[in-house]
């Protein structure tokens, strides 16, 4: 069974970096994009596409988030990063790894999310 654990998260000061590290874990082929999206814990937001990488490139979705945040990926050990810094307080949510992911050889990809891990930018 296929599942991504992120970690990393915590409280922080504005100003304040972390770096969100996911790792995808059990038996599959291969992985396509692999990507972070964010949800806020306010009533109304609904979950933000952050970063996607998709082999060696990447593409920054949020403009609230341009020069900030950098995506990263180690193929040897299915993990994707999400370096964040100049955190703000409105970067405060519950941050999403998410994978499309090759079970087979097929080039059939399911996609996979993780549980989540909240990140708190305060005082």
């Known amino acids: 069974q296929v599942q991504l654990e992120e970690s990393g998260g915590g409280l922080v000061q504005p100003g304040g970096s972390l770096r969100l590290p996911c790792a995808a874990s059990g038996r599959f082929f291969g992985i396509n994009a692999m990507a972070w999206y964010r949800q806020a814990q306010a009533p109304g937001k609904e979950r933000e596409l952050v970063d996607r990488i998709r082999g060696s490139f990447s593409t920054n979705y949020a403009d609230s988030v341009k020069r900030r945040f950098t995506i990263s990926r180690d193929n040897a050990k299915n993990t994707v990063y999400l370096q964040m810094n100049s955190l703000k307080p409105e970067d405060t949510a519950v941050y999403y790894c998410?994978?499309?992911?090759?079970?087979?050889?097929?080039?059939?990809?399911?996609?996979?999310w993780g549980e989540g891990t909240l990140v708190t930018v305060s005082a």
């Open positions: 998410n994978a499309e992911i090759r079970e087979t050889s097929s080039p059939v990809a399911t996609v996979y």
